[in-house]
C-alpha cells in the first residue's frame, strides 16, 4: 500500500493499487476490471487541490503517462490534448504549433484535465475559466466506455462534465480553443486599498486581466495586469530574480515562519509587505508570463462572489481579522471572471470576483478560513472545487439551478458510485 499526499501536504491517503495507464485503452481496460468493492476510483494530477477530492484507499489513477497533443487543427484554432498534460508542458508545445491558451492561472504545475474539472481560472473581466476553453472531451465511463460529448453532441454531458472533479467518468482528452500565439506585458504598482475598490470597475476594465493582492493588515495592495502586446521579449535580468525569488517566496517564507512563533509580527510585518510590492514591468510569451513560481507551501479557501460585491466583502475580512485580532499574514488575492453556462461552475450565469485567502500550510487555518467563508456565504458566494470550503448538499444546492440536474445525470453515468469517496458523497449526499 503506497502513501499520498497533496501539494500542501494536508490531504493524505494510502490507495490499496495507484494505477499509470499510458493509453485510452489501457484506462479503459483499468476501469473494466475494477469494481466499487476495490474502493473508490479518483484521479490524481499534481495534487493541488487543497480538499481531499482524489483521496481514497481503493485505485488512485495516474495520467502523467498519458500526456502530449494528439492533433491540431490550424483552420479552427483548436487543438486535442490527452488529460495528464500539465498545463507547464503544454504551453512550448503550443508555442512550437504557433498557439496558446487564451488564459490560464498563475499556478501551471496542474494537469490540464485536473483544472478544467475544477473550474481553475485565472483573471480577466471577459474571460472565462480554464473550462470555457474546452469545446470537446472524452470520458471513460464507470464500465470502461469511451464516450465524446460537446456542445453538438450531448449538450447536457458537455455542460457538466466540464467542471465534474471527476464524478461523471475520467476525463481522457480534451478538445481546446486556442489563439495564436502571443506575448503578454505584466505591470505590477501599488495603490491604496480604498483607492482600488473605488475604482475597480475602471481597473478591471482597463486591462485584458487584473488583479490584485492585499496583507489583510495593510492599506495597500498590490496590482498587477496583463495586456497582450507586439513588444519584443525582455531579457531575464536581476531585477526579475529579486522579485521572484527574494520577495515573492524568500521574505514570504521568512516572515510567514516569524509569525508562526510570534503572532503579533503579523500587523507590523503585513503593513510594511503591502508597501514592499515590486513595481515592475516585462515581457514575454504569454505561457510564461501567466505563471509564478510558488515555493511557499500553503493552504487556500476561495470563494467566488458577485462582481459588485467585492468591496463590502473585503471591508468585512479586514473588520473580522482586525477586531478578532487574527493573527493572519499571507496576502488574499482577488481576480475577475466572466459567466460561463457549465452547471456546477462557481460562475454559472454570473460575472464573479473571485477572493482566495492563504494560510501558511504549518499554521493552523480554521478559526480564519471559518470566520472569512461565513462572509462569503453572506455574498451568495459559491467554492472553488479545489479549495477548502464546508459546504454540504443542500448548501450547494441553494447556489447552483442546475445542481440537481447535475446529481440526476451522475447516478445515471455512475450508479454504482465507483467514483465517489467521502468527500463526494458529502457533496452530493449520495449513497450511490
Avoid at 75 to 93: K, Q, R, S
Avoid at 97 to 126: C, P, R, S
Amino acid at each position: 500500500m503506497t502513501s499520498w499526499r497533496n501539494w500542501s501536504g494536508r490531504v493524505r491517503c494510502r490507495p490499496a493499487r495507484i494505477a499509470t495507464p499510458a493509453s485510452e485503452a489501457g484506462l479503459e481496460s483499468l476501469l473494466r476490471d475494477v469494481g466499487p468493492e476495490s474502493g473508490p476510483v479518483r484521479v490524481a494530477g499534481s495534487g493541488h487541490s487543497f480538499t481531499p477530492l482524489v483521496a481514497t484507499d481503493g485505485t488512485m489513477v495516474s495520467l502523467r503517462d498519458l500526456s502530449g497533443i494528439v492533433d491540431h487543427d490550424d483552420a479552427t484554432g483548436e487543438a486535442t490534448v490527452y488529460a495528464g498534460t500539465t498545463i507547464h508542458d503544454l504551453g512550448p508545445m503550443l508555442a512550437d504549433l504557433g498557439l496558446a491558451l487564451e488564459n490560464q492561472g498563475d499556478i501551471d504545475a496542474q494537469a490540464i484535465a485536473g483544472a478544467v474539472g475544477t473550474g481553475t481560472h485565472g483573471t480577466g473581466a471577459d474571460l472565462g475559466s480554464v473550462s470555457t476553453q474546452v469545446s470537446g472531451l472524452r470520458l471513460i465511463g464507470a464500465a470502461g466506455e469511451s464516450i465524446d460529448c460537446s456542445a453538438a453532441e450531448r449538450p447536457d454531458l458537455f455542460n457538466a462534465a466540464r467542471v465534474s472533479f471527476g464524478s461523471l467518468g475520467v476525463l481522457s482528452r480534451l478538445r481546446l480553443k486556442l489563439r495564436p500565439s502571443y506575448r503578454l506585458r505584466e505591470k505590477r504598482w501599488n495603490l491604496l486599498f480604498d483607492e482600488a475598490l473605488e475604482r475597480l470597475d475602471e481597473l478591471a476594465a482597463a486591462s485584458r486581466h487584473f488583479e490584485f493582492f492585499w496583507f489583510v493588515y495593510g492599506d495597500v495592495v498590490q496590482v498587477k495586469t496583463l495586456e497582450p502586446t507586439g513588444d519584443d521579449t525582455t531579457p531575464e535580468g536581476f531585477s526579475d530574480w529579486l522579485n521572484e525569488m527574494v520577495l515573492e517566496n524568500g521574505a514570504l517564507w521568512l516572515f510567514s515562519n516569524l509569525c508562526r512563533f510570534i503572532p503579533w509580527l503579523c500587523e507590523p510585518l503585513g503593513r510594511l509587505s503591502g508597501k514592499l510590492g515590486p513595481v515592475s514591468t516585462r515581457v514575454g510569451q504569454s505561457h510564461r508570463i501567466f505563471p509564478s513560481r510558488r515555493l511557499v507551501r500553503f493552504n487556500e479557501m476561495e470563494y467566488a462572489v458577485p462582481r459588485a460585491a467585492l468591496p463590502d466583502a473585503l471591508r468585512e475580512i479586514a473588520a473580522f481579522v482586525r477586531s478578532k485580532r487574527i493573527a493572519v499574514y499571507f496576502p488574499i488575492e482577488c481576480r475577475m471572471v466572466a459567466a460561463d453556462d457549465i452547471w456546477l461552475s462557481p460562475f454559472y450565469q454570473r460575472d464573479s470576483a473571485t477572493i482566495a485567502v492563504h494560510r501558511y500550510a504549518p499554521t493552523d487555518y480554521q478559526i480564519y478560513f471559518d470566520g472569512v467563508e461565513a462572509i462569503f456565504r453572506n455574498h451568495a458566494g459559491r467554492p472553488h472545487w479545489g479549495k477548502l470550503h464546508t459546504l454540504k448538499a443542500g448548501d450547494l444546492a441553494a447556489l447552483y439551478p442546475q445542481w440537481q440536474a447535475f446529481c440526476d445525470l451522475r447516478k445515471e453515468m455512475d450508479p454504482s458510485g465507483l467514483f465517489l469517496n467521502p468527500h463526494l458523497r458529502d457533496l452530493f449526499g449520495a449513497q450511490s
